[in-house]
C-alpha cells in the first residue's frame, strides 16, 4: 500500500510537495488581501441603489466614482509595483491599509458627490494598487518552482471574495444603512489587514527560509541591499526592452475589456432577454464559482505545459463563448453560458505571473507586473462603460457582444505573436556565491525544510 | 536563522546579453499595444459620433427644425468631425 502511495507521489510529482512551508502561509495572506481589497471594489454594484435613494444622486454619477476608481488605481499600479520592489510588499501594503482605512471612512461619512469622488475613486483607487498589486510578485518570490501552484491557490480569493463580501454587504446595507455599512466594513477590513501583515515576509531570506521548490543544489537568490536595488534597475532595463512586456500589457487590456463588457453587462442583458432580476443574478454568481476551477488550474497547467498555450485557449474561448448570448433566449440558454463561458473566463488572467516568471525568470516582477495590471485596469474601465454606452446608442446588447468577441479574439491573436514562454527573454537574476552545491545525486533534490542549512533531503 | 549572507555587499558585473531578446528594439510589442490603442480610440469614436448623431437628430425632432439647423454640443461636433464614417 505504501509502496502504491509512493508510486502515485513519483508519477504525479507530489513527493516534491510540502504543506508544511511557510510560503502557504504567504498565499493564504496573499488570499485574503485580495479578498479585502478586491472585494469592496466588486460590491460596488450595491452601493448604487442606497446612496440614489440617500442623497438622490443619478447612477451614472455614482457609477463615474467606480470609473474614476477603475482608472486610478490602473494608472497607480506600475508605481505600487515599484515601491514594492524598492521598499518591499509588506512596507507598500501597510501603506495601502491606511488609505483603505480612509477611504472607507470619509466615504461612509459623504455627503456630497465630489466627496465620494475623492474618497472612493481617489483614495480608494489608490490603496487598492498599493494592496493589490505587490502581493502577487511578493508570493512569486516564495516560489522557487511550483509557482503555478501558489498562483492558482491565491487566485481563487478572487473569485469567493466578491461573492462573500456581496452578501455581507447586502445585509449590512438593510440592517444598519450603507454608512454604517462601510464603518464597519472597513475597520474589520483595516484590522483583518493590519493582523495578518504582522506575519507576512517580503522574502524566505527575510523570514529565514528558503523558498517552496528550492533544490539542494540552488543557490539564494540576491533580494536585498544595495546591489539589489542596482541589479534589479538594470534588469528592469532589460525588461522593457523585450517585445514581451508591451505586449503582455496589451493582452491584459484586451482580454480585461472582453470580459468586462460581459461581467457588467450579462444582468441588464438577461433581464432584457425576460429573466428576473434574481435569475439574472445567478447567471453572475455561476460565473464566478465555475471559474474559481481554471483560476486555479490555469496556473498549474501554464507551468507544467506551456503559459503561451493556455492563455491562447483561454482567450479564443473566451472570445468565441460570448457568441452563445447572441442565440440565449432562456434562462437554461444563460446557464449554459455560464458555465461554458466561464472556464475559459477564469484562466484568462491567472497565467500572467507564471508566464513572467518564464521569460523574466527570478528577477523581481514588482514594476512589470504593474504595468501589466495598468493594462488591465483601463481594459476593465473601458470594459464596464461600453455595455451602456452600446445600449443606450442601438437599443439592444448586440454590439456589446461582438465588442468582447473582437477584443477577447484580438488578445488571443496578440498572445500567437509572443515568444515562446519556455524560453527566458533575459539573464538569470544573479545568485549568492555563497551557497553550497552539492552533488549531483542530492542536486534536484527538493529542501523540504524551511529552514536555510538544514539537510537538504531530510524529511520534515 | 536567518541568512547571513543576503545583505552582504557583492560585486555583480553585468551579464551577457548575447542570445536574448532584449538586443532588439521591441518594434512588435509596441506596436500591438499601439495598434490596441488606435483601435479602441477608433470603436470608442465611431460609437460617441454615433451616439451624438442620435442626440443632434432627436433635438431637431423636438425643436421641429431639420438636423443641419440643430445645434450640437462641441464634444458632439467634434466626435461627428473625427469619424469618417458619420
Same mark, same amino acid.
Given at each position: 500500500m505504501r509502496n502504491a502511495a509512493l508510486w502515485f507521489d513519483k508519477k504525479l510529482g507530489l513527493e516534491e510537495h510540502s504543506i508544511a512551508?511557510? !510560503?502557504?502561509v504567504i498565499v493564504g495572506i496573499a488570499g485574503v488581501v485580495q479578498m479585502?481589497? !478586491?472585494a469592496i471594489r466588486m460590491a460596488f454594484g450595491v452601493l448604487i441603489d442606497p446612496l440614489v435613494a440617500a442623497f438622490g444622486w443619478t447612477p451614472g454619477s455614482i457609477g463615474l466614482a467606480y470609473a474614476l476608481m477603475s482608472i486610478v488605481t490602473a494608472l497607480s499600479s506600475p508605481l505600487a509595483g515599484y515601491l514594492g520592489n524598492r521598499f518591499g510588499a509588506r512596507k507598500t501594503m501597510a501603506a495601502g491599509t491606511v488609505l483603505f482605512f480612509i477611504g472607507m471612512m470619509w466615504t461612509s461619512q459623504t455627503k456630497e458627490i465630489w466627496e465620494l469622488y475623492v474618497a472612493y475613486g481617489i483614495v480608494f483607487g489608490v490603496s487598492q494598487a498599493l494592496l493589490l498589486v505587490p502581493v502577487v510578485p511578493a508570493v512569486a518570490s516564495w516560489f522557487r518552482r511550483h509557482l503555478g501552484l501558489g498562483t492558482g491557490i491565491m487566485m481563487v480569493s478572487w473569485s469567493l471574495g466578491p461573492a462573500l463580501v456581496v452578501q455581507v454587504l447586502a445585509v449590512l446595507f438593510n440592517t444598519? @444603512?450603507?454608512s454604517q455599512a462601510f464603518m464597519i466594513v472597513g475597520i474589520a477590513g483595516t484590522a483583518t489587514l493590519a493582523v495578518i501583515l504582522l506575519f507576512f515576509r517580503n522574502t524566505p531570506e527575510e523570514a529565514g527560509k528558503v523558498a517552496y521548490g528550492t533544490y539542494s543544489s540552488d543557490k539564494p537568490l540576491v533580494t536585498s541591499g544595495n546591489i539589489f536595488v542596482s541589479t534589479q534597475q538594470e534588469f528592469q532595463g532589460y525588461v522593457y526592452k523585450t517585445n514581451a512586456f508591451w505586449n503582455l500589457i496589451n493582452i491584459h487590456f484586451l482580454g480585461c475589456v472582453g470580459h468586462a463588457v460581459i461581467l457588467v453587462g450579462i444582468i441588464p442583458l438577461g433581464i432584457s432577454k425576460g429573466l428576473g432580476p434574481l435569475t439574472a443574478a445567478g447567471v453572475l454568481t455561476t460565473i464566478s464559482i465555475v471559474s474559481v476551477i481554471t483560476r486555479l488550474i490555469a496556473p498549474i497547467l501554464s507551468e507544467r505545459l506551456s503559459a503561451k498555450t493556455v492563455m491562447f485557449i483561454a482567450f479564443f474561448g473566451q472570445g468565441v463563448g460570448v457568441f452563445l448570448l447572441l442565440t440565449a433566449n432562456s434562462t437554461l440558454d444563460f446557464y449554459i453560458f455560464a458555465v461554458v463561458w466561464a472556464i475559459p473566463y477564469g484562466g484568462e488572467g491567472t497565467a500572467f505571473p507564471v508566464v513572467n516568471r518564464q521569460y523574466y525568470g527570478h528577477s523581481p516582477m514588482g514594476t512589470t507586473y504593474g504595468w501589466q495590471l495598468l493594462g488591465a485596469g483601463l481594459g476593465m474601465a473601458l470594459g464596464g462603460v461600453l455595455p451602456g454606452m452600446v445600449?443606450?446608442?442601438? @437599443?439592444?446588447?448586440t454590439w456589446a457582444i461582438i465588442l468582447s468577441a473582437a477584443f477577447s479574439l484580438a488578445g488571443a491573436a496578440s498572445i500567437v505573436l509572443l515568444d515562446k514562454s519556455k524560453r527566458q527573454l533575459i539573464p538569470d537574476w544573479p545568485v549568492m556565491e555563497t551557497g553550497a552545491v552539492s552533488t549531483d545525486a542530492a542536486a534536484r533534490s527538493p529542501v523540504r525544510?524551511?529552514?536555510p542549512g538544514s539537510n537538504p533531503v531530510s524529511g520534515d | 536563522m536567518?541568512?547571513?549572507?543576503?545583505?552582504?555587499p557583492m560585486d555583480i558585473s553585468s551579464p551577457e546579453l548575447d542570445g536574448f531578446e532584449i538586443k532588439r528594439?521591441?518594434?512588435l510589442g509596441f506596436g500591438l499595444l499601439m495598434s490596441s490603442v488606435i483601435g479602441t480610440l477608433a470603436v470608442l469614436i465611431y460609437f460617441g459620433a454615433w451616439?451624438?448623431?442620435d442626440r443632434i437628430e432627436n433635438r431637431a425632432l423636438a425643436a421641429g427644425v431639420t438636423e443641419s439647423h440643430a445645434e450640437g454640443e462641441w464634444w458632439e461636433d467634434g466626435l461627428i468631425f473625427a469619424c469618417p464614417l458619420h
Open positions: 512551508h511557510y !510560503a502557504w479585502v481589497g !478586491a444598519v @444603512g450603507w445600449f443606450d446608442i442601438t @437599443g439592444t446588447y525544510s524551511n529552514q | 536567518k541568512l547571513a549572507s543576503s545583505n552582504e528594439r521591441p518594434f451616439a451624438s448623431t
